[in-house]
């Protein structure tokens, strides 16, 4: 904040909130200060409040709407010239609320301050993600056993997603993607009624969240035999994946590290098959800084959790993707995931 020349920091961002405070309510809002910051809620969250924040700042519950609190509370915390807002996340009627209500004070745009921070993970948000992750490849443990050809996409993610829960995830961090036979190379396919059938590729990529942290996996199997050509693309997906977890490291722009697994899927001739980025980093959101992906000139921080996630998507035939989680510490990366990349076919 002083490096940015602001008095005050207002914060909307839900997950920014969390992270600074330890509130995970769906309605807040953070004013941060040199002395003490102040929360904002409302009457549904008066004890769950109390109970996440603690002496970590101070909770005030609004019995109007938020914003009728700020304006009390500006004044009365201190004497404030130029507040930042968080303009990624500000909606455009809220942004008219600081130019009206809050125009005795200069707003300045602000970007990435709390997430820049939340890049880093610390020693307990590690746990959480490792955690989450255990129960994600837990639950694909289970099911996978009890896939068979005729079941439908629906069928399998629901199967998926009941494992999900019974293992401990609080909700799911984004809608489980089942893809089977020619659907699986669409990248972020929506689960359907479709059946699958012997000799499908079937792409799972699911999550789950524990303490509000999220892990982020996808394995791609075969029903029944795979054929030449599906273990010809499937193990150069999988070479690509064990290059860029054994090589992405902090320091490397997300440039560098996307292009440890593009080159090696171009050099195999399916460069044009791989059309999205490498992968993201994970948190207290399933997509979150930094970034991996060709146009990602930002170094990697120390301490960082990213996906490593390398595909190649061929139209009318199929699709492959493999992903795990990996953690970048001082001494090297380290994978988090510890479900086998071999490709597997379910009989």
């Not at 009457?43 to 109970?51: D, E, L, P, S």
């Not at 499908?200 to 892990?215: I, P, R």
């Not at 722009?253 to 098959?273: L, N, P």
């Amino acid at each position: 904040m002083e490096a940015r020349e602001l008095d005050g920091l207002l914060i909307s961002s839900m997950p920014n909130i969390r992270y600074l405070t330890g509130f995970s309510g769906t309605s807040a809002l953070l004013l941060v200060t040199a002395n003490q910051p102040c929360l904002i809620t409302d009457f549904r969250y008066k004890t769950q409040a109390g109970n996440e924040v603690g002496g970590i700042a101070r909770v005030m519950i609004e019995s109007q709407s938020l914003w009728s609190g700020l304006w009390r509370l500006i004044p009365e915390v201190f004497t404030a010239r130029t507040i930042g807002f968080e303009s990624a996340h500000l909606i455009h009627r809220d942004f008219e609320r600081l130019q009206d209500a809050g125009k005795q004070w200069h707003w300045k745009p602000t970007v990435d301050i709390a997430e820049g921070l939340r890049a880093q993970k610390d020693a307990d948000e590690l746990i959480l993600i490792e955690q989450a992750i255990a129960v994600a490849t837990g639950a694909l443990q289970s099911v996978l056993p009890l896939v068979r050809a005729g079941m439908t996409e629906s069928q399998i993610a629901g199967m998926l997603e009941s494992a999900l829960r019974e293992r401990g995830s609080e909700s799911l961090p984004f809608p489980s993607i089942v893809a089977s036979g020619t659907r699986s190379a669409l990248p972020h396919a929506r689960t359907s009624s479709r059946a699958v059938t012997n000799g499908d590729f079937l792409l799972l990529d699911f999550g789950s969240v524990v303490g509000g942290y999220c892990a982020d996996i996808t394995r791609t199997v075969v029903i029944g035999r795979c054929d030449t050509r599906q273990r010809e693309v499937y193990e150069i997906v999988r070479e690509a994946n064990a290059r860029s977890s054994a090589s992405v490291r902090s320091g490397m722009s997300g440039r560098e590290a996307d292009a440890v697994a593009r080159d090696f899927i171009a050099g195999a001739g399916y460069g044009e098959a791989f059309g999205h980025g490498l992968g993201h980093g994970i948190g207290l959101e399933v997509h979150e800084a930094p970034r991996l992906a060709m146009s990602a000139e930002g170094l990697l921080p120390p301490n960082a959790v990213v996906t490593i996630e390398p595909g190649v998507y061929i139209p009318e035939w199929g699709g492959v993707r493999i992903e795990d989680d990996v953690y970048l510490g001082g001494e090297g990366s380290r994978i988090l995931t510890s479900f086998p990349r071999e490709l597997l076919e379910l009989s």
